[in-house]
């Protein structure tokens, strides 16, 4: 199977953004247990209740085991009121890819001799 990003935008109900914001948090890390290679959780600023979690895998079986893995099972379970369903994940295929890498400004270093 090839490389990808998978994409599950989720949406949270009434009141529950901060709260679901925080399960997220939790939750989602967990998935390089599961052969994750990168994740991110994104809050819009414009509508603070919608959320997208982007995860890269090398084999979509490794999403599939997280998603139908004990952690996103109790994660479900237990915030179910917490977010808008159906979940509805889409697998992408990456095309091209790219980071800056943003360097470090060395603070306080005196190197007067």
Avoid at 37 to 58: A, G, M, N, P
Avoid at 101 to 106: F, H, I, S, T, V
């Amino acid at each position: 199977m090839a490389a990808g990003v998978l994409h599950l935008p989720i949406y949270a109900t009434g009141f529950r953004g901060d709260d679901l914001e925080y399960a997220l948090s939790q939750l989602v890390p967990i998935s390089t247990r599961y052969g994750a290679t990168r994740y991110d959780v994104v809050r819009s600023r414009d509508d603070q209740y919608k959320f997208l979690i982007s995860i890269e895998w090398d084999d979509k079986r490794d999403w599939e085991a997280y998603w139908y893995g004990e952690e996103f099972t109790d994660f479900r379970r237990a915030c179910t009121s917490w977010f808008t369903v159906p979940l509805l994940y889409v697998w992408n295929d990456v095309v091209v890819s790219g980071q800056l890498k943003r360097e470090e400004a060395l603070v306080g270093d005196d190197e007067s001799d």
